[in-house]
């Protein structure tokens, strides 16, 4: 599945996405949620949603427990898929998507190591899944989020997402967006 994809800010069909801000370069790789570089991002992910929402560190059996409880199988084809990005080679971000239903896809796990925000990773990862939405037929992109991701909020709202009312009752679903991709 080691299937590169294009983005908004380079779009072509062969499957990369990359995104230059002066010197830095992002490139996002759709590939398996199993790979070591997916898996140790989903990692660092749990880690710190964990973390923020426990406020204080969490542990390695916590964390093993998250991914256990939260499967990553669903963001696979042909309902979806998963993402890492990569600034400068190095394996810095990642997301997944999924079909909720044939017009409307969900983000999920997305994350960017907290070294590289600010660098046009998240900009470069939302591009890549959004795209891959659409290559799946989907017409907008729903997420959920808490409050306390102020990041991942602001990020949203920059690439023109919207809050709008509850479309599920995830147990941390705190804030609702959706973004048309017309």
Known sequence: MNEKLR??????????ATTTTGTTAWEVTLESFATPDATALRR???AEVAGRYWERTATEAEIDQ??????????????????VGRLDGRPRACGGIR????????????YVDPRTR??????????ALE????A?????????????LVEARALYARHGYREIPAYNSGPYAQHWFEKSLG
Do not use: N, W
Request: hydrophobic share 40%; net charge negative.
């Open 7 to 16: 983005t908004a800010h380079t779009a072509t069909s062969t499957g990369t």
């Open 44 to 46: 660092a992910y749990y």
């Open 66 to 83: 998250g991914m256990l409880d939260d499967p990553a199988d669903g963001l696979v084809p042909p309902t979806g898929c998963f993402a």
């Open 99 to 110: 079909l909720l239903d044939p017009v409307t896809a969900e983000l999920t796990r997305i």
């Open 118 to 127: 600010g660098t046009s990773g998240g900009a470069a990862l939302l591009a």
């Open 131 to 134: 795209e891959a939405a659409r």
């Open 136 to 148: 799946l037929g989907a017409g907008r992109v729903r997420l959920d989020t808490r409050s306390d």
